[in-house]
Every structure is written in C-alpha cells, then in structure tokens.
C-alpha cells in the first residue's frame, strides 16, 4: 500500500475527527466523494481518502506526479484492486469494476483500517461509497466504527433499485426472453412504488433488464442497494425540494430496524444535427467515446462549424454549466451530470442509455420540467428539432425559468440552515462524531 503522506502526519492533530472516504473507482463517484471529503475537511475533520491502485495511476499520469500531494490533514492511501495497468478501459466496463470490488478490496481495505485505527487518534468514521457497502460495513461492524453509505446517485434511482425484489416477485424482472425488450412490456406501468406514481419499467434502472437470474450487475446493485438499513446514515446525491416525495418515502424504508459509448453513426448523427441547428456549441468528445475506434469527425463538419463550434476531448462541467453563455446542455443523463446542471439553472436534453439514467431523465422531463428526451435511434433531424425547441422554442423559455426556480431552490437547501445544510450538520454531530 502506498500514501501520499506519511500516517505519521495525517494524525498529527489529536484533537481532530477523522473520516476515512472510500469511492467507489469510477470519475463520476470519486468526484462526488472527493467534493463531500472536502466539506468534511473544511468542518474540520482530517481526511484520509482511499483510491484503488488503477485509478490512481490513471490520475497521477494525467495530472502529474505531484497532483495528489495532500495537506498534512488531508491525505491519499492506496489499495490494489486487481485490474491490468494495460487495461486503459477498465472503469468503462461494469461487470470489471463490480467483481474488481467483489474479490479484491476487501482485505486490503480491512488491513488498512485496522493500521489506520490502530495509530492516535484512531478513526471516527467511515465514509463508503454505497457501492462499496459489500465490505466496508463489515470492516466498520468489526472495528466499532461509525459508517455513512453516501449513494452518488438520485434518490429515484435509489428506490429504483430497491423495487428490484418486488419486481422479481411479480414475475416481471429478469425478464422472460429478449423479445421483452421491443415488444412493448417494458411500457407496463408499475404500481405502488413509494413516491413514484406512473413510473414504466422502462423508466427504472436499467440492471433488471437482463434474461439471467444469476446477472452478477442485476445481484451486485441490488445488494449494496440492501445494506443501506445496516448504515450508520445514508447519503444521497440530492436535495430535500428536488425529491421530497421520493425522500419522505425513503425515510420511512430506512429507518434501521457514467459508461456511455457511441457508434461512429450515432456521432455523426449528434454532429450534424448540432451544426444544422445553426447555433453555437460547445461539444466535449472524449478520445474513446466511439465504441472500436477514435472519435473523429469529417472535414465537411469542421468547415460548417468553425466559426460556432468548439470541441474539446475533456472540460471541468461544472465551471462551464455554470458560465452565463450556457443557455443548454445534452447529456446522457447521469446523475453527477443532472445534479450539477440543476444547480447552474440549466435545462436540459437527455440521451439515457442505461443504468440510472432513464430513470433520472424521466424525473428531469416529466417531474422536474427541465428536459426533453431525445430518442433512442438518434437522428439528426431531431437532434436539430430539440436543440432548436430547447434554445429558441416556447418550451425551451418554459424550461429554463423552471430550471432557475430549482437553482433556486439548490442554493437555499445549501445555504446556512438550509435543508441540505442542516441534514449535513446531523450527519456531523449526530453519526461521525458520535465515537467521541
């Protein structure tokens, strides 16, 4: 195991809490843990935050050797989680990550726990991905630490999942064969689902969509989706207006008793139907968003847009969702990305491909108000349509005043005795510091 800084420093200061943060080894969760850990950090807890040996590799050669050099209360640990240097796609396969977690992390973590709680002072808490919860509450369970299980998701897709058992008990999940998938059953309403009133199957995560009983995606969300009643607290990705209806649900359950690849075909048909829109924009490609090959556009798209288009292979989304020239924003609709452009007030086409995302673009279309739904088969004459409707139309106006109604409404949960805020201070005093 490798640190960034000794642990003779990291526990310098007797007087602090100390919050181990573990991610989950994809971008989006560990950008979504590392925003929580600093909060932690700025309330005053030292932080060791745990990545997995491939993921930080992967972030040292793209930032530099010295990008994770921490403050002396703030530091990196590392763990071997199994996965080939050579395999430079690793986080965009599934299946690869949840057996990474299933076989490989759980002793090191135990180990580096038990060397981390042994020192002075000793841990106050664990902080897990939920996607983790597999072993991290057994490692916390054993040692007597605190854990939260903060799911970098929205809470939709949360209780999503969690309708995965009744799901199998009606018969309807795993499907029966293939032909479930065009034949029309996946536009079945489902009733009874706490907070969610005409949700589709279609409109769930996309992980029970499989023929298979023994689907280890399907078993492996629906377990860490399980151990939540066994945390400490939870933690979700959200905030109390955004889904209170879904919030009060969960509530009562709990109580303790982002990768996307296209095909050449679909990129060109995103491409010309940005550039026939006539609009500016500003696409981000990244060099393996095309599945088999690079992402590369002709010569003929270039010389249509050269004066309105910028394209770039990377952005820091926030900052740029955020700019005042951001008028709208076409994702795939995962949640980081959903969470943060509700935050700068900003509507939305959405392209669900799996996973959570149809469920949370149902919820930005059809609840929220903020989006509109591209079609699976892409083409590029609905491309320029929605993009059109969302910059120019009457809708588009419609969605964009909605849109800063719940920036709004993000900036008061995160405000001082906001929502957000006060359930940030229970977190605090009422599980992570409660080993005190």
């Not at 396969?93 to 490989?104: G, N, Q, T």
């Not at 739904?373 to 083409?379: G, H, L, M």
Request: aromatic content about 8%; some cysteine.
């Amino acid at each position: 195991m490798a640190s960034n800084s000794s642990s003779g420093t990291a526990v310098a200061d007797h007087h602090k809490p100390y919050a181990v943060c573990i991610p989950f080894p994809a971008q989006s969760h560990i950008k979504a843990m590392l925003k929580l850990a600093k909060i932690l950090h700025h309330r005053g807890f030292h932080i060791t935050f745990v990545n997995t040996e491939f993921n930080q590799k992967r972030f040292l050669r793209s930032q530099g050797p010295n990008s994770l050099d921490g403050l002396p209360d703030f530091c990196f640990e590392v763990i071997p989680d199994g996965i080939p240097e050579s395999d430079e796609d690793a986080t965009q396969d599934a299946v690869l990550m949840f057996e990474s977690v299933r076989k490989h992390l759980s002793a090191p973590f135990r180990k580096l726990m038990i060397t981390l709680n042994d020192m002075s002072p000793p841990v106050t808490c664990i902080v897990s991905d939920g996607f983790m919860s597999t072993f991290t509450i057994t490692t916390a369970e054993e040692l007597g630490i605190p854990i939260a299980l903060f799911y970098t998701i929205a809470a939709c897709r949360f209780i999503g999942i969690k309708q995965f058992h009744n799901l199998m008990e009606q018969g309807l999940a795993p499907l029966k064969d293939k032909s479930c998938l065009t034949n029309g059953f996946l536009d079945k309403v489902i009733d009874g689902i706490p907070g969610m009133k005409n949700i589709r199957l279609r409109d769930l995560p996309t992980f029970f969509q499989t023929t298979d009983p023994n689907d280890m995606v399907f078993n492996f969300v629906t377990e860490v989706t399980d151990a939540a009643p066994k945390a400490s607290a939870v933690v979700l990705h959200t905030f109390d207006a955004l889904e209170h209806d879904v919030l009060d649900a969960l509530s009562s359950m709990l109580k303790r008793c982002d990768v996307e690849l296209l095909t050449q075909e679909q990129l060109l048909e995103f491409g010309w139907g940005l550039a026939n829109t006539k609009l500016p924009f500003f696409w981000v490609i990244r060099p393996d968003l095309v599945v088999g090959k690079s992402a590369i556009l002709p010569p003929e798209f270039e010389a249509e847009t050269k004066d309105r288009g910028l394209i770039a292979s990377w952005c820091p989304q926030e900052q740029v969702l955020n700019h005042p020239s951001v008028g709208g924003f076409l994702t795939h609709s995962g949640w980081n990305s959903t969470i943060e452009s509700i935050a700068a007030g900003v509507p939305m086409l959405c392209w669900p491909f799996f996973a959570d995302q149809p469920t949370n673009s149902y919820y930005t279309c059809n609840r929220w108000g903020i989006g509109m739904e591209i079609n699976n088969d892409v083409k590029r004459e609905d491309v320029e349509k929605l993009v059109k409707e969302l910059m120019e139309g009457e809708k588009g106006k419609k969605m964009k005043i909605k849109a800063l109604e719940w920036k709004k409404l993000a900036e008061e949960a995160t405000a001082p005795h906001g929502s957000s805020a006060t359930n940030l201070d229970k977190l605090v005093n009422q599980v992570l510091l409660r080993k005190q």
